[in-house]
Nanobody, 126 residues
C-alpha cells in the first residue's frame, strides 16, 4: 500500500501562483511513477502532469509552460508549481502513484494509477 497526502491548495487570485505537495509513504518511493490530476465540477478528471521514477516529466498540452512537476526521492514527495493561474484552473487536484517497471514511464491515463490521495482544492478567483 502507498499512502498519498496532498497539501498546498487554497484560494488565489487570477495571475497568482500556488505550489502543491504530495507526501508518499508505505513503499519504496523510487519505484513509482507519480502524477497530478484534477477534476473540476461537472467535468471529467484530467491529467495535469506526470513524473517518472528518475524525474522525466510530461504535461497536459494546455498546461505546458505554466505548471512544473518535480519529485524529491530523498523526501518521498512530489510538487506541482502552478503559475499564472486562471479561473479555469479551479478544481480538486489529486496526487497519484503507480509502481512502474520502467524508469522513464510517465503514465497519462488516470486508470493507469493504483493509488490516489484525497485531493486538495484549488480555487482561482477572477
Amino acid at each position: 500500500q502507498v499512502q498519498l497526502v496532498e497539501s498546498g491548495g487554497g484560494l488565489v487570485q487570477a495571475g497568482g501562483s500556488l505550489r502543491l505537495s504530495c507526501a508518499a509513504s508505505g513503499r519504496i518511493f523510487n519505484n513509482y511513477a507519480m502524477g497530478w490530476f484534477r477534476q473540476a465540477p461537472g467535468k471529467e478528471r484530467e491529467l495535469v502532469a506526470a513524473v517518472s521514477q528518475i524525474g522525466r516529466s510530461d504535461y497536459a498540452d494546455s498546461l505546458k509552460g505554466r505548471f512544473t512537476i518535480a519529485r524529491d526521492n530523498a523526501k518521498n514527495t512530489i510538487t506541482l508549481q502552478m503559475n499564472t493561474l486562471v479561473p479555469e484552473d479551479t478544481a480538486v487536484y489529486y496526487c497519484a502513484a503507480v509502481q512502474s517497471a520502467y524508469w522513464y514511464s510517465t503514465p497519462r491515463a488516470g486508470n493507469a494509477y493504483d493509488y490516489w490521495g484525497q485531493g486538495t482544492q484549488v480555487t482561482v478567483s477572477s
